[in-house]
């Protein structure tokens, strides 16, 4: 049997379609975390990103990439998504609050470097950071990464090189010196 069923939307997934979309999920769900910054927020859209490549794989171009489609797809969404955050900020109580948001990890030199990697990258503008993960993470080429972002190659090439030059200035800063209080003696 070549095709198959999906209850949800009445899509029809043929083999072709999973063979293509079933190995990009683990790059999808690296990059919505990153653009998300939130596990379940980013588990979500890649859900309903996958679902809009399912329902919509009849319109995908065969001469397209499925993969630069696909992303481009969850890229689109992604930015949706932010646009509408934005526009309305969500309050949690800290009763309300996950202990796991709360929680800080040990400090061990490793995780150190890694949050200041997250932060730095969280310093970039979308667009520079965008480009960044989607070619150095993600291994899109500048005309897929084009693609994805709608823009021409010598934008991304650019975006690029401005995102890597300050990335690596935010990364190379020192941090301040702890200066430790004065100590007094006492004079009799």
């Known amino acids: 049997m070549a095709e198959a069923r999906l209850s949800s939307k009445g899509a029809t997934v043929n083999h072709e379609m999973v063979r ?3 190995p990009l999920i683990p790059a999808l769900r690296r990059y919505a975390r990153a653009l998300m910054r939130e596990r379940a927020a980013a588990d979500d859209l890649v859900q309903d990103c996958l679902e809009r490549a399912i329902s919509r794989w009849h319109q995908r171009r065969p001469t397209d990439d499925a993969r630069a489609w696909v992303f481009t797809i ?4 992604a930015m949706t998504r932010l646009r509408r955050a934005a526009q309305r900020p969500v309050h949690v109580a800290l009763d309300d609050a996950d202990a796991a948001n709360l929680a800080s990890a ?3 030199e490793q995780s150190l470097r890694h949050r200041d990697l997250l932060n730095a990258l969280a310093q ?3 667009e520079q950071r965008t480009v960044l993960l989607l070619v150095t993470v993600e291994e ?3 005309a897929d990464a084009a693609r994805v972002l709608d823009v021409p190659i010598g934008t991304i090439m650019s975006r690029l090189s401005r995102a890597r030059e300050r ?3 935010l990364m ?3 941090p301040r010196a702890y200066v430790s209080p004065p100590y007094f003696r006492s004079v009799k």
């Open 124 to 126: 970039l503008p979308d």
């Open 172 to 174: 190379s800063a020192e």
């Open 20 to 22: 293509l979309i079933e």
């Open 140 to 142: 899109l080429s500048y």
């Open 106 to 108: 040990a400090p061990q």
């Open 74 to 77: 969850l890229h689109n969404l």
């Open 167 to 169: 990335l690596a200035k």
